[in-house]
């Protein structure tokens, strides 16, 4: 069964941090491709980060470049976003996302979360 479920959003002050959670199914979990993406109010859905599956190669968007950071803990199944130095603009749902074939802002998704909602109050 494939199954995607994130934790760890919430409410953060500017400049303060959170940690994202997304649990995956093993097999889900094996996808070559782990990653996130955010979906802030009036906007389209857009990629934040992403993983290879041997968690050695990462992708970010300019956007959150020296602020996020994807891993992946293969023994928990389990890909985090580590969110620091947050700014009003990072408020969005945050969704965890799998992909077989392409790794990067150019996933096309497999499967989706359902999303978590990060909110950042000046």
């Known amino acids: 069964q494939v199954q995607l479920v994130e934790s760890g959003g919430g409410l953060a002050q500017a400049g303060g941090s959170l940690r994202l959670s997304c649990a995956a199914s093993p097999r889900t979990f094996g996808s070559y491709c782990m990653g996130w993406f955010r979906q802030a109010p009036g906007k389209e859905r857009e990629f934040v980060a992403a993983a290879l599956r041997s968690g050695g190669i990462t992708y970010s968007a300019d956007s959150v470049k020296g602020r996020f950071t994807i891993s992946r803990d293969n023994a928990k199944n389990t890909v985090y976003l580590q969110m620091n130095s947050l700014k009003p603009e990072d408020t969005a749902v945050y969704y965890c996302?799998?992909?077989?074939?392409?790794?990067?802002?150019?996933?096309?998704?497999?499967?989706w979360g359902k999303g978590t909602l990060v909110t950042v109050s000046p």
């Open positions: 996302a799998s992909d077989d074939h392409i790794c990067g802002r150019d996933m096309r998704v497999d499967y």
